[in-house]
């Protein structure tokens, strides 16, 4: 254990428009674990995923991938993500912090092998729209958020 303070539960979140990558991790173990994507059809039934495993988790604070260009800037994506934080703000009433996504779905399929990436372009489509991708996407985004801010204490 690190210290006397209570541990902080935190869900990652990658956004994207039909699907929505999660993953699990907090301040004492500082691991991010994949969780299922919220890969239902409509946005609603996409936030009430979200709702459910904030419950289940008891997740306190909220890490969402920030997209921002490779120069640092905000670019159109940014606005998308900044309407959907302000969502999960109103909703849940929680913290949310932003996390740079830099590359992260590119890191994130590095991680598969290749028979779940795909050999042709359908199996690629077909596997992207499991949103395993996009969980492995949002622990890399948690990982590096837990890593920043709860580094290991030095010995």
Known sequence: MRSNTPVRNFLGIDHGDRRIG???GDSETTLAFPLPP???????????HINAEIRRLHINELVVGYPLLPDGTAGARTQVVDAFIAT???Q???PVHRSDETLTSVEASKTLSPHQRGRTPAERRRHRATGILDSRAATLILQDFLETHFPPPIP
């Open 22 to 24: 999660l993953s699990h």
């Open 38 to 48: 919220a890969i239902e059809p409509t946005p609603e039934e996409r936030l009430a």
């Open 88 to 90: 999960l703000e109103t």
């Open 92 to 94: 849940f009433k929680l």
